[in-house]
């Protein structure tokens, strides 16, 4: 079955670029969404956006100035971009397949941990 | 965007109790809700689509309903492994948002 895998650094300094790689494994990239996900330790789960393998993307207009989500489809891979990070930042962040009609978000990868700090 | 509350915030329960958590929206959503269990350490795990169907796989003890702006998730017999976070999701338009969750603890 489809397997997801974030990858990354765990540690950006603020007003830096958070950069984060999702690989997808077991499948095929094209002809689904794919989106990131993030959860600041001990609280809820905010959506960031997603992105189809044509490149289309939608964003959460509380992050829309610094995110971008891109895709290699050659490689399974689509990728985040967070830029001119802050503490409040700091979360963990998971990446997941998008089914299009129903909207859910099935599977998940297992989630990084990036911390903001200098 | 829309809203999404959860309640309650937590919970105490014990096995084989049947318990209820709410999911309102701020406004309507039709059907387009999910709910989801997350365990310590883990990603959140899918549990039911379009406000009432199960994901395969998952057990018949669980079940959900609603429409519109209110919604339910409903264990009917506690199993010691669904205690966890529950949370509801609205997929009728992005931003797609959750609930601030629901913590399921041992009473």
């Known amino acids: 079955q489809v397997q997801l895998q974030e990858s990354g650094p765990g540690l950006v300094k603020p007003s830096e670029t958070l950069s984060l790689t999702c690989t997808v494994s077991?499948?095929?990239?094209?002809?689904?969404?794919w989106s990131w996900i993030r959860q600041p330790p001990g609280k809820g789960l905010e959506w960031i956006g997603y992105i189809y393998n044509s490149g289309r993307t939608n964003y959460n207009p509380s992050l829309k100035s610094r995110v971008t989500i891109s895709v290699d489809t050659s490689k399974n891979q689509f990728s985040l971009k967070l830029s001119s990070v802050s503490a409040a930042d700091t979360a963990v962040y998971y990446c997941?397949?998008?089914?299009?009609?129903?909207?859910?978000?099935?599977?998940w990868g297992q989630g990084t941990l990036v911390t903001v700090s200098s | 965007d829309i809203q999404m509350t959860q309640s309650p915030s937590s919970l105490s329960a014990s096995v084989g109790d049947r318990v209820t958590i709410t999911c309102r929206a701020s406004?309507?959503?039709?059907?387009?809700l999910n709910w989801y269990q997350q365990k310590p350490g883990k990603a959140p795990k899918f549990l039911i689509y379009a406000a009432s169907s199960l994901q395969s796989g998952v057990p018949s003890r669980f079940s959900g309903s609603g429409s519109g702006t209110d919604f339910t998730l409903t264990i009917s017999s506690l199993q010691p492994e669904d205690f966890a976070t529950y949370y509801c999701q609205q997929s009728y338009t992005t931003p797609y948002s959750f609930g601030q969750g629901t913590k399921l603890e041992i009473k």
């Open positions: 406004q309507s959503i039709s059907g387009y």
């Open positions: 077991g499948g095929s990239i094209n002809n689904y969404y």
């Open positions: 997941a397949r998008v089914e299009a009609v129903a909207g859910t978000l099935d599977p």
